[in-house]
């Protein structure tokens, strides 16, 4: 304030030197400081504080505002056509890859030699979401499963293939499932629109199918299911319908290697990974639930669930009712959902006390209000040995739920051949039984054999009761304990022993040196090899 | 001077105009982003009861805090419909029409699906079908051929056959590359793949209108990505016209909602007229100038019955003349071999990152390994698919006669068409008041009094009130002079 004396006094003189402030009319001849003062005329004229900061700020705010707009246009860049500059204030010969900076430079156009006079526009860009799955897919697991596609195991043509033990699926009941298969397809059943949730005879299979895993405990109530095409399916319904973009969901891990893609894919739901440890057992805690809950809404990010598998992907381990009801007053507490992942239902190969307990049962035993927030992922595949049939289910206790995923699954529908081929397969009560005693025997055997096999090689694995993996633990055999020390491993099995197995990083364990190993795959003679060939990369023999 | 210019001190001090407006902008900044942080969520769930809300969470250790939610966006999803599309055939489950068991009840013209060539289907079915299924490289049957995990985006020799089979019923002048298809579990899962990878949330897709009224579902639902439509007019027997493309896209550009494509039926769908060669040049001229995706659904390319010929727009873009990336192709077996229950539809696409996108987003909807055996052998069976397509045609075209002539002589004109399974069908005449609400209310009356389930062209989006889409192809040739007694009776009724 004390210049302000100053100032007034020079007035006189300094009035031709201001170079600035003379677009503000209205201040008349009193602009005199020697100081810029942004648009000091206007200001002077009138407001005074008011003014002088508001000017600027709504310069700021349209400058801001200007930017937004361009860069929604400008960086549509697409990653496979770097070529193209993709900055608008790039140098003039530089063929810029949004339409404004084409058309400014029509008279280069013709170096553009495939583009013709009219054409002004550049490469069509795609939306930023689906370029990002672009980089998903680098991961062990996709690249593991590629390796085996171009080099497949067979016990007589390619002896050398790759073994696959990485991906999750039953070969060892398929006879059943061609023995009995009697099918009976008749056209109009097949080929008219038919409701895509499901046929509500197919659903009545399916419900029966899941008592009978849970010993019919409990009994499911074909309404309360919808039927989708294959249970990554069933997750990316689930996940849209329970979480908003940005929302997330909790995760015990070490976790099935899927979830990542399903959950966030399509829907940008989050997943907050609790990492469970070797030291439990990798129990589930609800202690770190409960902490990573408070965690994240400290992050201020909004946790609308959990998901649970059971029998766990990749230990094969089942939750004790205890567990059970934990989680279950844990995500009343918090008000949450529950997913619980029971697509191994079936395949419990465990002794007689290894119970599966579904969370229906628990939920069975709660009021109204609280059963709403369960929902249950079921999928024909795994225990049927058909995942060429890409047949899923949501079993929900919520209304609103069940509504939405029904109209969710036009866009996701199982066909209806596959309906009348399932239904006319597993319709028949006696085979469901024998099948899935069948199936249960074979996993028994062949896991056990499986484990006896590893132990010979000094590998422990956790202990499976279900599911089609063991969990081998194999932190003695990496080079440095970290997940570089794992992937070196792995590349060994992937490059000498030509096996394809599942890093533990890929399931989100924060341990390394834990392998998933699906051997539901093999057969008998087939655990020799791939006992030979786990030794030929451990100890290089 | 009295006047008071904030932060003088400072600026006067030092850096005049870098600093008199750097500060009162950083100011500003931190009061917006402070304002952001503090801007309450979106109020989530309207149709949740705020009773949870006085329980605090206190108490609650073990204790029901209440009923848990749903996401924001899965609840229109939930909630009933509204579209007078979804309506009339909800209500048509409720009662159809049998012409021996119920014949009082409700027939369907809502829904394009064609039963004319059922007996060729069966016939080839019944003697094929196992075989389908059930055969192998070998000759030998491999349960693990059909029930293992397979390419998500479909079969190597699936692709072949449907390229083929493409190109067959597009008159031959297109040849379509396999490796630019992605196979899906149907037309509708092949719009959202692609609405998905062209568009972000909230950008927006050109449509002429009136258009194909699922297409609201299956775009909008999960996409997010908005529609808006283009209004054709009678007078131009409702083809798009560039001019109002570029009205509208210039609209929606000062709405400040960024347009990513174009999308449109061909043969357009609920009018079933086709785009002729200039049109579509157009079309792709105007996408190239505005750099925006071109959608184009030929789901019905092989139900083209008129004189006019159909042509794909890979056929327009393969002249070399344009660039090729902005194209996209959906097509489906649903309509054009009648078996929608198969749900067998086709992305194809110029642009390799979206088949690479969409072949990575199959995981979630892929057609079952069985169905792509059975398809595989269908279409390579080339004598059948010849056989098919020919009588498939034939049968329309007599339906199409059959049906526009009843309609006639009750002096309702039909807008004029050439594929597709419907007609679209002026019943203005019979409105009580020429408006929206006016139509409506012939729906309601049609569908309880008449008891005739047609698709009102306010559910498509059309302009004009009075016309309506009506399904013949699933008619059996007894049914039409039922259809038309009904409406007669329903015209006397209003007239009088």
């Keep these: ?541 | 001077m009295r006047l008071i210019v904030p932060l003088r001190g400072v600026i006067q001090g030092r850096g005049g105009l870098f600093v008199g407006s750097l500060i009162p902008c950083c100011l500003f900044y931190f009061l917006q982003l402070y304002l952001k942080r503090r801007r309450p969520p979106p109020p989530s769930d309207p149709t949740e009861l705020t009773r949870t809300s006085s329980r605090s969470n206190l108490f609650s250790r073990g204790n029901s805090i209440g009923r848990v939610r749903i996401s924001s966006r899965a609840v229109p999803v939930a909630k009933p419909t509204d579209s007078a599309y979804y309506i009339g055939l909800e209500r048509v489950k409720t009662d159809p029409y049998d012409r021996i068991t119920n014949t009082d009840g409700i027939i369907q013209l809502g829904l394009a699906e064609s039963t004319l060539c059922f007996d060729l289907l069966q016939k080839w079915m019944s003697e094929n079908l196992m075989e389908s299924i059930m055969q192998s490289n070998d000759g030998e049957f491999d349960i693990s051929s059909i029930v293992m995990y397979k390419p998500f985006e479909g079969l190597l020799e699936l692709r072949v056959a449907f390229a083929d089979f493409m190109s067959r019923i597009m008159g031959g002048n297109v040849s379509f590359d396999p490796s630019n298809m992605v196979i899906t579990a149907g037309g509708t899962p092949a719009i959202e793949v692609l609405a998905f990878c062209l568009a972000d949330h909230g950008n927006a897709f050109l449509i002429p209108s009136p258009y194909y009224p699922g297409f609201d579902r299956d775009i909008k639902f999960r996409t997010g990505v908005e529609l808006i439509p283009v209004h054709c007019r009678s007078s131009d027997n409702f083809t798009v016209t560039v001019s109002a493309l570029e009205q509208t896209y210039n609209q929606a550009r000062k709405r400040g909602s960024k347009v990513s494509g174009i999308l449109f039926s061909n043969p357009s769908n609920p009018v079933g007229n086709i785009l002729s060669r200039e049109t579509l040049r157009d079309i792709l001229i105007f996408a190239q100038d505005k750099n925006i995706h071109v959608i184009s659904d030929e789901i019905f390319a092989g139900s083209v019955y008129g004189d006019k010929e159909f042509v794909s727009m890979a056929e327009i873009v393969g002249s070399g003349e344009f660039d090729k990336s902005r194209v996209h192709i959906i097509y489906g077996l649903s309509k054009d071999l009648s078996i929608p229950g198969f749900r067998a539809g086709v992305i194809y696409s110029f642009h390799e990152d979206v088949v690479n996108a969409a072949t990575k987003l199959m995981r979630f909807s892929s057609v079952a390994v069985p169905v792509q055996r059975i398809l595989i052998s269908l279409l390579s069976d080339t004598r059948f698919i010849e056989e098919y397509m020919t009588a498939h045609r034939q049968r329309i075209r007599d339906k199409h006669i059959l049906f526009v002539e009843g309609l006639k002589q009750l002096g309702i004109p039909c807008a004029e068409s050439g594929g597709g399974l419907y007609c679209w069908v002026d019943m203005s005449s019979l409105l009580t008041s020429y408006s929206e609400k006016g139509e409506l209310e012939l729906f309601e009356k049609l569908l309880s009094v008449a008891k005739i389930n047609a698709t009102p062209g306010t559910a498509c989006y059309c302009i004009e009130p009075g016309w309506f889409r009506c399904c013949f192809t699933a008619l059996a040739d007894e049914d039409i002079p039922v259809i038309m007694e009904r409406i007669r009776k329903l015209a006397e009724s209003s007239r009088s």
């Excluded at chain 1, 230990?315 to 959902?337: P, T, V, W």
């Excluded at chain 1, 599966?356 to 069975?364: K, L, M, T």
């Design chain 1, 1 to 541: 304030m004390t210049h302000t004396g100053i100032y007034r006094s020079r007035s006189g003189t300094a009035d031709s030197e201001t170079s600035v402030g003379s677009g503000g009319g209205g201040g008349g001849g009193t602009t005199v400081m020697r100081v810029i003062v942004p648009l000091q005329g206007v200001v002077q004229g009138r407001g005074g504080l008011v003014l002088g900061s508001v000017i600027p700020c709504a310069f700021f705010y349209f400058l801001q505002f200007y930017l937004k707009r361009n860069r929604r246009d400008e960086p549509e860049p697409d990653p496979a056509n770097q070529n193209f500059a993709s900055s608008p204030g790039s140098e003039p010969n530089n063929l810029g890859s949004s339409s404004l900076t084409q058309s400014e430079l029509t008279g280069l156009s013709r170096s553009l030699s495939r583009v013709s006079p009219r054409n002004s526009g550049g490469h069509v860009s795609v939306s930023v979401r689906a370029n990002s799955l672009h980089k998903v897919g680098d991961s062990p697991y996709h690249v593991g499963v590629k390796r085996v596609e171009e080099d497949p195991y067979d016990e007589s043509g390619n002896p050398e293939g790759i073994i696959e033990l990485g991906l999750a699926q039953n070969r060892l009941s398929s006879d059943w499932v061609s023995d009995e298969n009697t099918i009976g397809l008749s056209l109009s059943e097949i080929a008219s629109y038919e409701p895509c949730d499901g046929l509500m005879e197919l659903k009545m299979v399916v419900a029966r199918l899941m008592s009978e895993a849970t010993k019919n405990v409990v009994s499911f109530d074909p309404l309360q299911l919808v039927l989708t095409s294959g249970a990554a399916s069933a997750i990316d319904i689930l996940s849209f319908c329970l979480a908003d973009s940005g929302n997330a969901f909790l995760v015990p891990t070490p976790c099935s290697p899927g979830f990542d893609v399903d959950v966030k894919w399509r829907n940008g739901v989050e997943i907050i990974h609790v990492p469970c440890r070797s030291s439990d057992n990798f129990n589930i805690s609800v202690t770190a639930l409960d902490r990573t809950f408070s965690q994240a809404r400290k992050r201020g990010v909004r946790v609308r669930g959990i998901i649970i598998s059971n029998p766990s992907n990749p230990m094969g381990s089942l939750l004790s009712r205890e567990k059970l009801y934990a989680i279950f007053d844990f995500a009343r507490e918090r008000n949450i959902h529950i997913i619980s992942n029971e697509i191994f239902a079936g395949s419990i190969h465990g002794d007689e006390e290894a119970e599966f307990i579904s969370i229906a049962e628990i939920a069975d035993t709660e009021e109204n209000l609280d059963k709403e927030r369960v929902h249950i992922v079921y999928d024909l595949s795994k225990d049927l040995s058909f995942p060429g049939l890409r047949a899923g289910a949501i079993y929900s206790f919520n209304e609103n739920v069940i509504a939405a995923s029904k109209k969710l699954t036009t866009l996701s529908p199982v066909s209806s051949p596959s309906q009348h081929l399932l239904i006319s397969t597993i319709s028949k009560p006696e085979f469901i039984q024998t099948y899935v005693k069948t199936n249960r025997q074979r996993l028994k055997r062949i896991y056990s054999e499986f484990v006896k096999g590893l132990k010979g090689l000094g590998i422990e694995c956790t202990r499976s009761n279900g599911g089609l993996f063991c969990w081998a633990d194999m932190r003695g055999f990496i080079s440095s304990y970290s997940v570089k020390g794992e992937i070196e491993l792995w590349n060994k099995f992937l490059n000498i022993g030509k096996i394809n197995v599942i890093p533990g990083s890929c399931c989100h364990c924060i341990e390394p040196g834990w392998f998933r190993f699906c051997f539901s795959n093999l057969s008998e003679k087939d655990v020799l090899v791939v006992r030979n060939r786990i030794r030929k990369s451990l100890y290089n023999m």
